[in-house]
């Protein structure tokens, strides 16, 4: 009886793929995404406009919930209030002032009359409002500055190079994640195939948590705060982009958590135990992450670090469902 030969495992030992391998297998996977990421970063060029309108709603929302009637522009008002002032003024002048020329009475009641129903139709016709907005007249606040002539050009080249990653990332992911697989075993390979598609969802939903969940939060508070102080706002475009985006990919990143723990533990360098006895370092090293990679402001790093925490414990989670299906394959066969 002829001895079965078993099957070598190819994996990070196997002396086929040496360091020039692996090095060359990285710089072809590198080509490859950056291709990628060219090509998203093109498509949201052409999109930049509405990209940009999306990515400033948070902070549109936040500047129109600051007074109870912003809600209903007070674009129109806010720019009348130098005229009623100054109708004001005139009427007094012309009424008690005896150095005011000599002036027809009745010429003084009827600016009275024409001023108290220019301020009613201001104040009750929508359409006035709606008239303003369409000529252009926008309360100075609303709208993000720029200070210097290069800040809206290279705020709209980031937003494009932000938005092009995501947009590519399943092919990006898809190609970092070959790279990795390269260097593991056959029959650990398949968790990365797994991986990938994982990977990529949860990158878009912690880039999208933050945009529509954390940014409206943070930027409320930070408004409300000013507003406690006295403090007017007047963002840039420049600071508000670099804000949001950094802190779109820190969240795209802070949510690859689960998959990068259950890729640790089915190669077998990390144990669920371990894990589990992390705990209470891992929730204090969430924070730590969060103060290095986030405004130094405690929402920011307070709506970073729960979430880490929670997909730390979904990993846990993931490994544990995982490691008893494992088992009780085992005891089928």
Known sequence: MGKTKKKKKQGPLDSTMGLGDHLEELRARLILA????????????C??????RFIERPYTNAIAARTPDSRNDRSITDSNDLVQALCANIITALSSDPNAPSI????????????AETVTQISNDPNAKSTSKEAGYTHPRQSLVTLAPADSFVGFMKISLISGLIVSSPWVFYHLWMFVAAGLYSNERRYVQVAVPFSVILFITGAL?????????????????GDLIGVSPSWTFQKYISFVTILMLVFGLGFQTPIAIFILNRTGLISIPALRSSRKYVFLG???????????DAISQITLAIPLFALFEMGILLCWFAERRKKAKESRD
Do not use: K, W
């Open 104 to 115: 027809d009475p009745n010429i003084v009641e009827f600016v009275q009359r024409i001023y």
């Open 47 to 52: 999109l930049g406009t509405r990209i940009i």
């Open 286 to 296: 969430t924070f730590v992450v969060a103060a290095l990679v986030t405004p130094p």
């Open 34 to 45: 950056i291709i990628g990421l060219l090509v998203g970063t093109i498509l949201c060029l």
């Open 209 to 225: 948590f933050f945009l529509l969940v954390v940014a409206p939060i943070s930027l409320r508070f930070f408004l409300t705060f």
